[in-house]
């Protein structure tokens, strides 16, 4: 088995982070968790200003970039503030809550 890289790593000590707020904490508090991560992620993707597709495991096809990719960096970030700002109608949505 190869090594993890630092980039798989730190995915997966994030998504355990996550996982264990969920568990321990409950759902309101792992949504915000979630959704602070998906801001995150925004800004990254922001500061990077492309996102890369194509299949994976393969080279990028192409890269979204422009306007059309700060757009949509600032509707995820926009998200993720919305899911720490009202974990409770995220849950809803997502239909994640208990009956």
């Known amino acids: 088995?190869?090594?993890l890289s630092p980039f798989?790593?730190?995915?997966?000590?994030?998504v355990?982070?996550?996982?264990?707020?969920f568990l321990f904490l409950?759902?309101?508090?792992?949504m915000r968790g979630l959704g602070f991560v998906i801001f995150a992620s925004a800004l990254i993707g922001w500061k990077s200003g492309r996102i890369?597709?194509?299949?994976?495991?393969h080279e990028p096809s192409g890269y979204i970039t422009g306007v059309l990719a700060k757009t949509l960096f600032v509707?995820?970030?926009l998200v993720g503030v919305w899911m720490v700002w009202d974990p409770e109608l995220?849950?809803?949505?997502l239909d994640w809550a208990d009956p």
């Open 16 to 21: 355990g982070g996550i996982a264990a707020l």
């Open 52 to 57: 890369p597709y194509g299949w994976q495991g």
């Open 75 to 77: 509707l995820g970030g």
């Open 26 to 30: 409950g759902e309101s508090v792992g």
């Open 8 to 14: 798989n790593l730190r995915g997966i000590v994030v």
């Open 1 to 3: 088995m190869p090594p």
């Open 90 to 93: 995220w849950l809803a949505i």
